[in-house]
């Protein structure tokens, strides 16, 4: 008898990105438990929520109790409160000078610690008659932007006698959450600032942070691609808590097709059959995220059953070899990453196939695929 295949959801493509909801909602709790009754918790969501959608996860977070987010670009900013967000919102990056004015005029906070930065904050008070809230950006070890920790207190000072400037936090980035003695190095040089000037909140812990170094707290943490279910490393002997991976990547069979034995597949014939296959084509391809890289190497899942991928991933489209996947149909679901009957693939095994981390490949999850939101 034949199953009757409904579509399992409707989009503008035959393959979308899925995100549950309830798994991020966990993930958040999770997190949240590790802070101390007093440490407010502000949410990464930059990149578009590392690729999970930041407009769309942004309430949820906020339902929640989230203190704040944090995005990488007044830009970004500005499309939370477009949104509806009305939570602090704390860019993490440098920003150009002439952002200064936008990010006031949308209440966005700004990483500060340049001569430049207070110049620029000068002007925008000039032209807005508000002060432009900062936090300031302090460089423990990462030597990426920041101040440097040592000349952190001269700059502060300078601030505080700053009557355009409005100071709402200091803070520091991790190197290398995974390894104690860094860490410990790192903090040594942040607390060095923070001793001086304790009457600013203050944050420097990320994922990995807080899941090991309740001690450091301060009075704030940052948590970034734990909430979306994605471990970072962590030092050895720190239990990783559960986390639910909150990312799918699924896509529809366009066609089938039988090939014959010792037929090439996609360009340059990289896979030859072996046998009689059937081929399953699915719409997704390098365009949409998926690394060219990974052709040959990956699997998808339908029926609960692993199939290869085979072939060079194209532009737009690749190839499984389904002969030994049971009944299959066009508009069957395959999915690239996710669970289906129990079996999963996980984005950390492509990672790991391209040497790379895993929120990498999250956000490169985000230029032509639909997100489709679940719980």
């Known amino acids: 008898m034949t199953k009757l295949r409904l579509p399992y959801v409707q989009t503008r493509r035959d393959a979308w990105v899925e995100i549950n909801l309830a798994n991020i909602e966990h993930n ?88 430049e930065h207070i110049k620029s904050a000068i002007q925008s008070f000039e032209h807005t008659k508000k002060p432009v809230k900062v936090h300031i950006k302090i460089d423990t070890g990462m030597n990426r932007i920041g101040l440097n920790y040592k000349d952190a207190p001269e700059f502060i000072n300078k601030i505080l006698n700053t009557k355009e400037i409005e100071i709402c936090g200091i803070f520091s980035h991790l190197a290398c959450a995974e390894d104690e003695e860094i860490t410990k190095m790192q903090i040594e040089r942040f607390n060095f600032v923070r001793e001086q000037f304790p009457q600013f909140p203050a944050h420097i812990l990320n994922t990995a942070g807080i899941m090991s170094y309740p001690d450091w707290q301060f009075s704030a943490m940052r948590a970034g691609i734990g909430i979306y279910g994605l471990m970072p490393d962590l030092p050895k002997g720190v239990k990783a808590p559960d986390l639910k991976p909150a990312m799918s990547l699924k896509g529809r069979i366009a066609h089938l097709k039988n090939v014959a034995e010792n037929e090439g597949v996609s360009y340059s014939y990289t896979y030859k059959t072996t046998a009689n296959t059937k081929i399953a084509t699915v719409p997704i391809g390098y365009a949409d995220g998926v690394s060219r890289g990974l052709s040959n190497k ?74 489709v939101y679940t719980r």
């Open 28 to 115: 958040f709790l999770t997190l949240k438990n590790y802070c101390h009754k007093d440490t407010k918790i502000f949410a990464i969501i930059k990149a578009d929520g590392y690729g999970h959608g930041a407009t769309m996860i942004a309430p949820q977070l906020t339902a929640l109790g989230v203190n704040g987010f944090g995005v990488a670009s007044v830009d970004e900013g500005i499309e939370l409160r477009q949104s509806g967000s009305n939570v602090p919102i704390l860019v993490l990056g440098s920003v150009p000078s002439w952002s200064f004015i936008s990010a006031v005029q949308n209440d966005i906070e700004l990483s500060v610690f340049t001569e």
């Open 298 to 371: 990956i699997f998808g899942l339908i029926n609960g059953k692993k199939v290869p991928q085979i072939g060079n991933i194209t532009m737009d489209q690749m190839m499984f070899d389904v002969s030994d996947a049971g009944e299959v149909n066009i508009g069957d679901v395959i999915t690239l990453i996710g669970e289906d009957e129990g079996e999963v693939i996980t984005i950390d095994e492509w990672a790991k196939l391209l040497n790379t981390i895993h929120y990498e490949l999250t956000c490169r999850l985000k230029v032509r695929l639909p997100r």
